[in-house]
């Protein structure tokens, strides 16, 4: 089955290239301009991924992911026309899996977009029943869920796959190149910035339910895994 996805951008010209560029990658795609139909087509069609422009005018992007958030974790990829760190951090930091600033490629969007769709629904692998945890964290790929002392953790797919990579090098520190390796394909580059957002957002969730010790920052190297209240 063909994903489907909605685009929301007020720029006519740029919902035509997202359109022609999801539908050529065998995507169904649905186009609104503004916020509020944003919000009425993902009730109405229930898309798999939203891709949401955050300078659209009345109810722009960000205001769409916190209402959305508040119900569902349905996938969410930015666009802006600002290339500036605060719209990044907000953008992450309200729920979004990635950001795309414009003008863009319309092969590295669908690029983006299919990681995100691979992340949040990951091919299924019966045979594959591993849990990762250390200290009092835990993460089970196989229903996609994640806890920290039995608290369950609201994660995105991106953040997901970051802290299983983690998981899965305990002992290891990890550049950001490595970081975020585990988490989008290999031909798709990510800016320092996002993944220090990404890292930035992690920890402040697994802050909120008591661990503090999460990721730790080796300076010049990169990150590893914090004691997870071991």
Same mark, same amino acid.
């Given at each position: ?20 560029? =999801? ?44 209402? =959305? ?10 666009? @802006? ?47 594959? #029943? ?8 835990? =993460? ?6 994640? @806890? ?14 970051? =802290? ?31 993944? #220090? @957002? ?33």
């Amino acid at each position: 089955m063909p994903h489907h996805i909605l685009v929301a951008d007020d720029d006519p010209h740029i919902r035509e290239i997202i359109f022609f560029a =999801l539908e050529k990658a065998g995507m169904k795609t649905l186009a609104v301009q503004d916020g509020a139909a944003a919000l009425q087509a993902i009730e109405r069609h229930a898309p798999d991924l939203v891709v949401l422009d955050i300078g659209m005018p009345e109810m722009d992007g960000l205001e769409v992911c916190r209402r =959305l958030r508040h119900t569902s974790d349905l996938p969410v990829l930015f666009l @802006s026309a600002r290339d500036e760190e605060i719209d990044r951090v907000l953008g992450l930091e309200m729920g979004g899996d990635d950001y795309v600033t414009k003008p863009f490629s319309p092969r590295e969007l669908v690029a983006r977009v299919n990681v995100i769709l691979r992340r949040a629904r990951p091919t299924p692998e019966p045979a594959d #029943d591993r849990q990762f945890s250390h200290g009092r964290l835990l =993460l089970v790929p196989a229903s996609h869920t994640a @806890s920290f002392d039995g608290k369950p953790l609201a994660l995105t797919s991106i953040e997901f796959a970051i =802290l299983k990579g983690f998981l899965a090098r305990p002992a290891h520190v990890l550049g950001r190149d490595m970081v975020m390796a585990n988490a989008y394909a290999a031909n798709i580059h990510v800016a320092d910035r996002t993944v #220090d @957002s990404h890292i930035r957002n992690i920890r402040a969730k697994l802050a909120a339910v008591g661990c503090v010790d999460a990721i730790e920052t080796v300076h010049g190297v990169g990150f590893r895994l914090g004691k997870c209240g071991s």
